[in-house]
Nanobody, 124 residues
Framework: QVRLVESGGGLVQAGGSLRLSCATP????????WAWFRQAPGKDHEYVAA???????LRADSVKGRFTISRDNAKNTASLQMNSLKFEDTAIYYC??????????????????WGQGTQVTVSS
């Protein structure tokens, strides 16, 4: 069992920035793929970004140029730096991990462990 602990999030004005972090306390994440998903009210989970254990990164078109995903294997953490936030970025953000896999990074069902979620609210 892997426990994910998220931090960050909050309320920000449109155009502002936030940074989300996710950790796997006591568990090496070196061989994990990390991902961020989000869920807005009344909508399904939406893929945001992911980074493979190899360092390969895939971001959703809606966040390209604005969001950056990174990982720190030494600290067993991943982060999502969100810049130029828009009202439509408002959602609960979840981090997720899986043992590294060749499966598509965007498939929610392939992620075995999930964080508790953190609210991001962007005011217009």
């Amino acid at each position: 069992q892997v426990r994910l602990v998220e931090s960050g999030g909050g309320l920000v004005q449109a155009g502002g920035s936030l940074r989300l972090s996710c950790a796997t306390p006591g568990k090496s994440s070196r061989y994990y793929d990390w991902a961020w998903f989000r869920q807005a009210p009344g909508k399904d989970h939406e893929y945001v970004a992911a980074i493979r254990s190899s360092g390969y990164i895939l971001r959703a078109d809606s966040v390209k140029g604005r969001f950056t995903i990174s990982r720190d294997n030494a600290k067993n953490t991943a982060s999502l730096q969100m810049n130029s936030l828009k009202f439509e970025d408002t959602a609960i953000y979840y981090c997720a991990v899986r043992n590294t896999s060749l499966s598509p990074l965007t498939y929610t069902d392939t992620y075995e462990y999930w964080g508790q979620g953190t609210q991001v609210t962007v005011s217009s």
